[in-house]
């Protein structure tokens, strides 16, 4: 019987609007477990001084561990701001994992210069192994933390300890080798131990997202179900009252669908289903636009600061497109036409809601069907008539 090798999920697998996703769920993780880690590193300080003060109480090592309680409150007030600039950046993955690396680098530099001075002529140089043994501690605390992302728990690792070795091997004279051997063990070693968990987090993360994906998604047509629908149209509402953008909303239903069925059968109905579906998805230009199978034969669209004019010619530009389906029976065309009602409005000029937008959108689609099917009519909301 053949072993059948386990394969875990891979970043490579998602598509580019996954891969952002998942670059973006990982910068919050990063934030979020950054921020205890600066307040175990001011504990651990007040933790060590208290011991170093309690075994030496000259006013030389008092001084030094005042002037070090300053540098680490100064760094972590910095890491602390860099981290929330970069939680305002959480979108743009390149700007947030740059004011992530400094916070970060920041921190661990300042313990790591802290633990190398501990190996110069300084009064912290009695306390050299309590300080290693704090150093170390907390690095493999923060390399198992920042697991998340291989490139920070290098960074975590290196910052803490690199600076004990240059200080060893470059300055003093007297290397202590079971010292310097001691920690590059330790930093191969974090290094080694937390490869799995990385790769282990990074395949929770994808999973979590393809199974995401398939909740999100109708079986049928490959576009998103009713459920996404509706929170991604609550969605982009915040967003355009954030940015004081416009919002459009298209729903469309395909003509005489009943009739196709009756006519063609249902497997025939469930081909031009697809068809449109396809033709939707190819008639919208940004990764951002939401086109989703509202019920039955309806779909919607949503899409987001684009003007009037240009909303209509996309809306037309799809009802050319399905126009043009070619779907055999017996080498007969099955007639396949929508009709499309679209409404925008802008968040700064009316009370912009779901079910303001909705509706309009309804009301123009009603009123395409009633005008002979097969066009697109529009309703913009105005302050005027959201006050009527």
């Not at 060590?48 to 109480?57: E, F, K, N, P």
Request: overall charge negative.
């Amino acid at each position: 019987m053949k072993n059948k090798q386990f394969n875990m999920a891979s970043f490579d697998d998602l598509s580019d609007a996954q891969k952002d996703h998942c670059e973006m769920q990982i910068s919050e993780d990063l934030i979020a477990r950054s921020r205890p880690g600066s307040i175990l590193v001011l504990l651990l300080w007040g933790c060590v001084a208290w011991l170093i003060s309690s075994r030496s109480d000259d006013a030389i090592t008092t001084q030094w561990l005042v002037n070090i309680s300053i540098v680490f409150l100064v760094s972590i007030g910095l890491r602390t701001y860099f981290i929330y600039v970069a939680s305002k950046h959480i979108t743009h993955t390149k700007v947030c994992r740059f004011y992530i690396t400094l916070g970060l680098s920041i921190g661990c530099l300042a313990w790591g210069i802290m633990a190398a001075c501990s190996y110069l002529e300084t009064p912290l140089s009695t306390f050299q192994d309590l300080i290693l043994f704090a150093t170390v501690g907390l690095s493999a605390g923060g390399a198992v933390s920042f697991s998340a992302s291989r490139f920070y728990t290098y960074v975590y690792v290196l910052c803490m300890l690199v600076p004990i070795l240059i200080v060893e091997l470059f300055i003093t004279e007297g290397m202590i080798s079971e010292k310097v051997t001691t920690v590059i063990i330790y930093i191969f070693g974090l290094l080694w131990v937390t490869v799995n968990s990385s790769k282990e987090y990074m395949s929770a993360r994808v999973s979590n997202i393809q199974l995401l994906e398939v909740s999100n998604t109708d079986g049928l047509t490959g576009v998103k179900n009713r459920r996404y629908f509706d929170l991604q149209l609550e969605e982009e509402l915040q967003r355009a009252r954030r940015t004081e953008g416009r919002i459009a909303l298209l729903i469309l239903d395909i003509d005489n669908f009943k009739k196709v069925n009756d006519d063609y059968g249902h497997i025939t109905g469930d081909q031009c289903l697809i068809a449109v579906a396809n033709c939707l998805k190819n008639s919208v230009q940004r990764i951002s636009d939401t086109v989703a199978r509202y019920g039955g034969e309806e779909f919607a669209i949503i899409i987001a600061n684009t003007d009037e004019d240009d909303c209509l010619r996309i809306a037309e530009r799809m009802r050319t497109a399905v126009e043009g389906i070619q779907i055999l029976v017996k080498n007969v065309p099955v007639p396949l036409t929508i009709s499309i009602g679209v409404s925008q409005c802008k968040a700064t000029d009316v009370k912009c809601d779901a079910v303001s937008l909705l509706a309009a959108a309804d009301t123009a689609l009603y009123q395409a069907k009633e005008q002979g099917r097969n066009q697109v009519c529009n309703a913009t909301l105005s302050a005027a008539n959201s006050s009527a």
